[in-house]
């Protein structure tokens, strides 16, 4: 199994700032996943964020607002960017097991935007 | 395009009884998976069951059993002897080979009476 810590876990922010939430894995994957969890709601699937290349992001998702990076195999970083109160979510990062039956996930990080 | 459809927004059940959350989904994808996870109200996300397109059985997974039918699409999930920690979000989620990323129905929250 894959363990996944994310950093912060949560978070209170202002306006217009940026967050950068960042995700390690204690081995390695070829992709990672970003996912959003807005209050009450499902997850939806931001991005998927391979080693040496840029996301790919869903529909309704952008580089300019939430900018990825993927140096290695084992981390990856999605920045929030220019934030306003509906940012206001968990963001979880989330791998792929070596068997494909298992996805693992972070805890997550809180964002709340004032 | 994947989409995952769970109509119950809310279920009760006794305190070990059984209980069935519905599952339907709709892919284009010939091999595919089916997943289930738990929400608990600490937000972190715990893998339950997965089941492959091609598996000829039904997957099972101590208390967790998936009802699997491949010719209406859908991908229940049956927990038997239902515990007061089973109390939580369910969510259940498709994976398609053609799109390599896991996409998440609304979800159900399950409460357990004592």
């Known amino acids: 199994s894959a363990v996944i810590s994310q950093k912060p876990s949560r978070d209170i922010c202002q306006r217009g700032t940026s967050l950068t939430i960042q995700c390690q894995v204690d081995?390695?994957?070829?992709?990672m996943f970003w996912y959003r969890q807005q209050p009450g709601q499902s997850l939806t699937l931001i991005a998927t964020a391979n080693q040496g290349s840029e996301a790919t992001y869903e529909s309704g998702f952008v580089i300019d607002k939430f900018p990825i990076s993927r140096p290695n195999l084992t981390f990856s970083t999605l920045t929030v960017s220019n934030m306003s109160p509906e940012d206001s979510s968990i963001y979880l990062c989330s791998v792929e097991g070596a068997k494909r039956e298992t996805q693992y996930f972070g805890p997550g990080t809180r964002l709340l935007v004032l | 395009a994947q989409k995952i459809t769970q109509t119950q927004p809310g279920m009760f059940v006794q305190e070990k009884e059984a209980v069935t959350l519905d599952c339907t989904y709709d892919?284009?994808?010939?091999?595919?998976?089916l997943f289930w996870y738990k929400q608990p109200s600490s937000g972190e996300m715990i893998f339950l069951i997965y089941?492959?397109?091609?598996?000829?059985q039904n997957a099972t997974e101590g208390r967790y059993s998936l009802n699997f039918q491949k010719a209406r699409k859908s991908a229940n999930l049956v927990i038997s002897a239902s515990q007061l920690g089973d109390s939580a979000m369910y969510f259940c989620?498709?994976?398609?080979?053609?799109?390599?990323?896991?996409?998440f129905g609304p979800g159900t929250s399950l409460s357990v009476i004592p």
């Open positions: 089941q492959g397109s091609y598996d000829e």
């Open positions: 989620a498709n994976e398609g080979t053609s799109y390599d990323k896991v996409i």
């Open positions: 892919t284009s994808d010939q091999s595919y998976g």
């Open positions: 081995s390695q994957v070829t992709m």
